[in-house]
T-cell receptor, first 116, second 116 residues
Framework: AQSVTQLDSQVPVFEEAPVELRCNYS??????LFWYVQYPNQGLQLLLK??????LVKGINGFEAEFNKSQTSFHLRKPSVHISDTAEYFC??????????????FGGGTRVLVKP | EAGVTQFPSHSVIEKGQTVTLRCDPI?????LYWYRRVMGKEIKFLLH????????ESGMPNNRFLAERTGGTYSTLKVQPAELEDSGVYFC??????????????FGPGTRLTVL
C-alpha cells in the first residue's frame, strides 16, 4: 500500500518570503505525484503534477515542485508568497497502474498562513 | 464550463437518521470519485465510478454507505443510519478517461456532514 506524509501541519510565513512544503511518499510501485490547494470554502484545485520527464515541475501561481526518486520526496516551493496563498495544501499520489483507477492517496495537508 | 457541484453544502443530522449527498460531475467526465475527510485526518478515497459502474469501492467504510450513479451522470452517496464517526467533509471529484493515467481530478467544494 502507498502512503503520503506531509511533514508540517502548519507553516506560518511572512508575505514575500519563500516557502517550502515537504512531502514524502512510500509505494512499492511507481506513482504519479500531485499537489492540490484548497482555498477557504472552495474545492481542491490542482497546482501541479509530475507524471514523467523533468523532475522540476512548474505549476500555477508561481509554485514549483521537485521530484526526488531516491529520497521519495516531492517538495513544493514558492520563492515569494502573497497573502492570497493562505490556504491548505495537499500532496497526493496515484499508482502508475491503470487498473488502480487513478484514485488518490493524500497526505494530511499543510496549512499555510501568510502574514503581512 | 460548470465545475463539479455538490449538494448540500452543509448537513446536520442526528445519529440514526439518513442523509443523501449529491454530486454533479463535469459534463462528459466518465470518472467520478468520492473522498472523505474526517476532522484532523487526511482525505481518504471512498469509491470510484466509471460511467454508471463501480470500478473500486475498496474505501467504503461499511454497508451503511451506499453510492449510486444513475445513467452515468450525477451520483448520490447515502448514509443510513448515520453514526457520529461519519461526520466529516465529503468530496466528489471527476475526471476524463484518457487511458494514460495521471488524469487531473476536478474537485467539488465538498459537503460538510455533522452527525449529532
Amino acid at each position: 500500500a502507498q502512503s503520503v506524509t506531509q511533514l508540517d501541519s502548519q507553516v506560518p510565513v511572512f508575505e514575500e518570503a519563500p516557502v517550502e512544503l515537504r512531502c514524502n511518499y512510500s509505494s512499492s510501485v511507481s506513482v504519479y505525484l500531485f499537489w492540490y490547494v484548497q482555498y477557504p470554502n472552495q474545492g481542491l484545485q490542482l497546482l501541479l503534477k509530475y507524471l514523467s520527464g523533468s523532475t522540476l515541475v512548474k505549476g500555477i501561481n508561481g509554485f514549483e515542485a521537485e521530484f526526488n526518486k531516491s529520497q521519495t520526496s516531492f517538495h513544493l516551493r514558492k520563492p515569494s508568497v502573497h497573502i492570497s496563498d493562505t490556504a491548505e495544501y495537499f500532496c497526493a499520489v496515484s499508482l502508475l497502474i491503470k487498473a488502480a483507477g487513478n484514485k488518490l492517496t493524500f497526505g494530511g495537508g499543510t496549512r499555510v498562513l501568510v502574514k503581512p | 464550463e460548470a465545475g463539479v457541484t455538490q449538494f448540500p453544502s452543509h448537513s446536520v443530522i442526528e445519529k440514526g437518521q439518513t442523509v443523501t449527498l449529491r454530486c454533479d460531475p463535469i459534463s462528459g467526465h466518465d470518472n467520478l470519485y468520492w473522498y472523505r475527510r474526517v476532522m484532523g485526518k487526511e482525505i481518504k478515497f471512498l469509491l470510484h465510478f466509471v460511467k454508471e459502474s463501480k470500478q473500486d469501492e475498496s474505501g467504503m467504510p461499511n454497508n451503511r454507505f451506499l453510492a449510486e450513479r444513475t445513467g452515468g451522470t450525477y451520483s448520490t452517496l447515502k448514509v443510513q443510519p448515520a453514526e457520529l464517526e461519519d461526520s466529516g467533509v465529503y468530496f466528489c471529484a471527476s475526471s476524463q478517461d484518457r487511458g494514460t493515467g495521471g488524469n487531473e481530478q476536478f474537485f467539488g467544494p465538498g459537503t460538510r456532514l455533522t452527525v449529532l
